[in-house]
């Protein structure tokens, strides 16, 4: 199942006014830790998988990457990173990562920020750009962290009468599969999986884990969004580099 | 701290009894997973880290292991262990693992079977494991999951006032280092480690990881200790085979 929910108008107009915010959850924490664990971009090969409004993709260019082809399911996206990047280095093309064709064994790094968990069929996704990347290339990949999708569409931090945040509600972890939020829209569709069914995939697959990171925030962070002390608490987030293995 | 609860005889005589038990979680749930993931035993040098009263060292000869050393902090542990198991190829010894002495690259298999959360150094204990693996020498390990070590000590499940479980409480995640717990007796002390942690040492100190279980009981098993029906809702295990890398 291919969601595409960034051509609902809605949410696309509202999911924009959350990222030109400076203070939010992707550029304060997201973001920075998942910059920590990139590779040397230099007259590498790259593809970006749910590239968005393609600004990563402009930026490994402006690293010295040779080539670097963004793909997104949504129309909104592709064409808002046309318009915003324009480089004879630079691919953008609006597919689903199931239905990307690309020769085997020449992409030299395949990165994907927080696009994972909307994807069904992870066991094809990994397939697929295992197949796709060359001997000694890097997946990096940011995604909802397991603690926090496992019981995902659910009141998930539990208050007091006086409104204090108590903990966090785990339920309902070892049950892979769809779940349903009200994000920006009713019904965005996500999926749940496991720690051991995230890195035991990429194991399967040839691809050797190198770092895990669970994300803090900075003290600085902390002042100019002050929800991300919750952080301490349980992780948002989840971010993987792993390598291909030589076979 | 080399903490030496099983020398506590009051501590010892209760967990005796639930060892005895057939019906109780290691039999039932982190053993029959662990065992999945034993390597091929025969002519092997195995080191068994917190080895109890010796059952699995005693297995590994069974399987034609060449040499099996087991170490564990407590007397009471190793006294029963030596009187239970007699072989040629068994040894036991009472140590605490960061005091262990052992040459460099002689060891096919550590294996340790929830042992590591009582011990307060991981860094230390995983780059110990390290140097006396041999080439290829595999690490099995399994601990409590960081979901339950997280907020250890406090009252997790969370229940209504019918008295029915609504979900398991997460909380200072992100806050390493002892907790205590009131476990058969009072002020048990273990230590909680985020995922990111521990995978991260193991790869940092040259281990490759290559299959992380989060085990699921049986329906059999359910059957026989039906508590175990909370193991769907969230993991208490984690085991985790990792091995040696070429340097």
Known sequence: MKQNIY?????????QEIRARENNYNNLLEQPNFSALIPTLKNKVIMDIGCGMGDFAAYCISQGAKQVTGIDISSNMITNAKKRHIHEGLTFEQAAIEDMTVPNGTIDLVSSSLVFHYIADFQLLIKKISTVLCEDGILLFSLEHPI????????????????????????????????TQ?????????????????????????????????????KEAVCNLPSLHKEFRRPSFLIIRAKKCKN
Request: aromatic share 10%; glycine share 6%.
């Open 7 to 15: 051509d609902n108008n809605t949410f696309f107009e509202k999911y």
């Open 148 to 179: 926090v999708t496992a019981n995902k569409g659910k009141e998930n931090w539990i208050t007091n009468e006086e409104g204090d945040l108590l903990h966090f509600a785990v339920d309902n972890y070892q049950n892979e599969g769809l779940r």
């Open 182 to 218: 009200n994000w920006l829209v009713d019904h965005v569709m996500m999926y749940h999986r496991t720690m051991s069914t995230i890195l035991n995939t990429l194991i399967e697959n040839g691809l050797q884990i190198e770092k895990i990171l669970e994300p803090i925030p900075t």
